[in-house]
């Protein structure tokens, strides 16, 4: 998986992120009387298989058949998608983990078989595990998908707007949605959190499970603790990760959750003597960036990781903090940050710029999906209500305009709310393991904390160094996960938690920058030429010391073998010999090291190496000595007229290649890099 691929599954789980896509499918108009529902048809799957996966071996999938509202149970129904991926483990367990993904209109089934089937993934359960794609997302039929939010983003990606500006043109954007699935006949009203819980215990039910286990990310865990609620008598065990309690409404404490990120963020730079050497002042950094922004957008360059189009945007300071923030949900970023805000302030926005990307155009979200959910959730609620206080003015405004368009949203999006009684704390003895990251910038630790208040066998787990969501952040938390699979009963050992008390912040001290490798990982043009370059060139200087010996074994046998007529001549070619060796050893430990970290989705890829890995670039100036003796070498030759014509040609060449490997070495920085 490339290091984008990875970028844009860990952004799948999180709130308030611009989302559009496919084609939407009518309802499909079924009958009780026709066929049992709910039931379940397996079919071919609806999406690509990740590379190596091979469908009714590693994966099968199919449709769940569900009425649209199943107090109606004789109307209409709708398709959700389901995929279940079988263990392989010995002794399998009868009850499953189904997954449930958060958004709420994020893709289950995007999201879990692209992490799942990652390499080095270390999620080894002994029980099959179920991606139910929620009504109303990417592959369900109908997908409440709006592709108009796209469109008016990338009309307006180069204009710098205001707040207000902003909401007016996604509201209509979204109005323009919401009156194309009217008109397609889409029942807006079905598509809520009490009929996506009933769809879950009709999967356990279709697919005949007595028990089954629940895993919820994000809104995954409001889900999980309706479904809890209402249908409990199937449950085993539940996982909570990164919670949404049922009675908090996260929109409005979403300005207090930021600030606490943000404080969190500076203070732990700050307590960190590395990070503090490196990145002084982060917070001062942080508010002058925002301002320099706000007076001055910058000019960057949006990505459609799509179709590879391209488009130039303004960056302000609004967006930059956005930005920032919901960075903070990715826990493998947050060490990067204070790098990420560093460069911002000096006018250096690569990160930043593919992040962006990824967060301004991604078709793999339901936003009809989000707006009918938590409009029916947490819309009760008036401007009155809304507490930006301890925010900068300027955030302050920001934010309480995003609250406000939430609202004039929902008036427009008419769906029935809930019933207050839906508010309520859930009350449950099914054994719950809640996860919390210290860092995660909208569900902070207290969410789960006020939800394990009524949770009567619950254990609290508080990641220090998380953002939002830890499953699949580290083999710490999947280890957790596991054991408390195995036995719901008790709380898992958190023992290798203590291990890591606050993030590895990314510093010279720590890394060696070099971001033509995250350049080449990511197949940048400019770079992969030159890689080209350079292993064409490595393989010429590589192939002389062959064709040297063949022409001398081949004198040797026919007993005209010439002796060099000076000293210098054989000390040449051991020059070539040497380098060669060291041109290809240094090609494929780079590239070993290379591919290692971007299989394990170590981040710093994009940046460069850990500094562990110093002493590989000794390497490159043992070339370029070689290639200085062997440049001094072709000149003395031809000044002197040594060899012959074809021997000083060809040497020549050889030389040539040696220098433009130097000279590649020396634009990507590699030759510097062990002074760093």
Not at 196 to 205: C, K, Q, V
Not at 446 to 470: C, D, R, V
């Amino acid at each position: 998986m490339s290091i984008t691929l990875f970028l844009k599954v860990l952004i799948l789980s999180m709130f308030l992120i611009p989302t559009s896509g496919l084609e939407i499918h009518p309802a499909i108009a079924a009958n009780a009387a026709d066929a049992e529902i709910p039931r379940f048809e397996e079919s071919s799957c609806m999406f690509d298989l990740p590379a190596g996966v091979i469908e009714g071996k590693d994966i099968r999938c199919g449709y769940l058949i569900v009425p649209e509202e199943y107090k109606n149970p004789a109307g209409p129904s709708i398709r959700v998608a389901i995929a279940i991926i079988p263990t392989y483990q010995p002794n399998p367990q009868p009850d499953p983990v189904v997954m449930l993904q958060g958004g709420p209109g994020g893709s289950t089934i995007y999201t879990y078989t692209t992490q799942l089937f990652t390499p080095g993934a270390n999620f080894k359960s002994n029980r099959d595990i179920i991606l139910l794609e929620q009504r109303g997302t990417l592959y369900s039929q109908p997908a409440l998908t709006c592709p108009e939010i796209i469109e008016e983003t990338i009309r307006t990606l180069n204009q710098d707007l205001t707040p207000e500006e902003n909401s007016q043109l996604y509201e209509q954007a979204l109005l323009t949605c919401h009156n194309r699935l009217i008109k397609e006949g889409v029942n807006l009203s079905a598509f809520n959190s009490l009929e996506n819980a009933a769809d879950i215990e009709s999967l356990r039910t279709a697919l005949g499970y007595k028990q089954i286990n629940l895993y919820g990310v994000s809104y995954g865990t409001l889900l999980a603790l309706h479904t809890m609620q209402y249908h409990p008598q199937g449950i085993r065990s539940v996982i909570l990760d990164a919670v949404v309690p049922t009675q908090i409404n996260f929109l409005l404490e979403s300005p207090r959750s930021q600030q606490r990120a943000f404080d969190k963020l500076f203070s732990s730079c700050a307590s960190v003597e590395d990070c503090d050497q490196y990145y002084p002042d982060l917070e001062k950094i942080f508010q002058d960036t925002i301002k320099n922004l706000q007076d001055k957008p910058a000019e960057i360059t949006i990505t459609d990781f799509d179709n590879g189009n391209t488009y130039p945007a303004k960056l302000n300071g609004d967006s930059f903090r956005s930005a920032v923030f919901q960075m903070m949900y990715i826990t493998e970023i947050i060490p990067l940050l204070p790098k990420v805000i560093y460069e911002a302030s000096d006018g250096e926005f690569g990160f930043l710029q593919r992040i962006l990307s990824l967060l301004t155009i991604d078709r793999t979200m339901s936003y009809g999906m989000y707006y009918s959910v938590l409009c029916a959730e947490d819309a009760d609620f008036s401007a009155g209500d809304i507490q930006v206080g301890g925010l900068t003015p300027a955030s302050a405004e920001t934010e309480k305009e995003g609250i406000l368009s939430f609202l004039r949203t929902c008036q427009q999006w008419d769906v029935a709310l809930l019933s207050e009684a839906n508010d309520q704390p859930v009350k449950s003895s099914i054994p719950t393991l809640i996860l919390n990251g210290d860092f995660d910038p909208i569900t902070p630790p207290a969410f789960g904390q006020a939800a394990a208040e009524t949770l009567k066998n619950s254990y609290t787990i508080i990641f220090p160094t998380g953002g939002h969501g830890a499953a699949f952040t580290s083999d710490c938390a999947n280890n957790i996960m596991q054991e408390f699979l195995e036995d719901p009963s008790k709380k898992p050992d958190t023992s290798c938690i203590a291990e890591k008390t606050s993030p590895e912040f990314m510093t010279p001290s720590n890394t060696i920058f070099l971001p033509v490798i995250g350049k080449l990982m990511n197949l940048g043009s400019k770079e992969i030429a030159a890689f080209l370059i350079f292993t064409a060139a490595a393989l010429f200087i590589s192939i002389a010391p062959i064709i040297w010996f063949v022409i001398w074994l081949v004198r040797k046998v026919t007993k005209k073998l010439v002796m060099p007529r000076v000293w210098f001549a054989v000390s040449l070619r051991w020059a070539v010999v040497f380098n060669a060796f060291l041109s290809v050893l240094f090609l494929g430990l780079l590239t070993f090291i290379s591919f290692r970290l971007a299989l394990k989705n170590e981040l710093i890829i994009l940046y460069g190496l850990p500094a562990s890995n110093k002493v590989l670039f000794l390497l490159p100036w043992g070339m370029l000595i070689l290639t200085g003796l062997m440049l001094g070498g072709t000149i003395f030759t031809w000044v002197r007229g040594y060899w012959s014509i074809w021997n000083r040609v060809y040497f020549s060449f050889v030389t040539l290649a040696a220098c433009i490997n130097i000279f590649i070495l020396g634009t990507w920085g590699m030759i510097s890099a062990i002074f760093q």
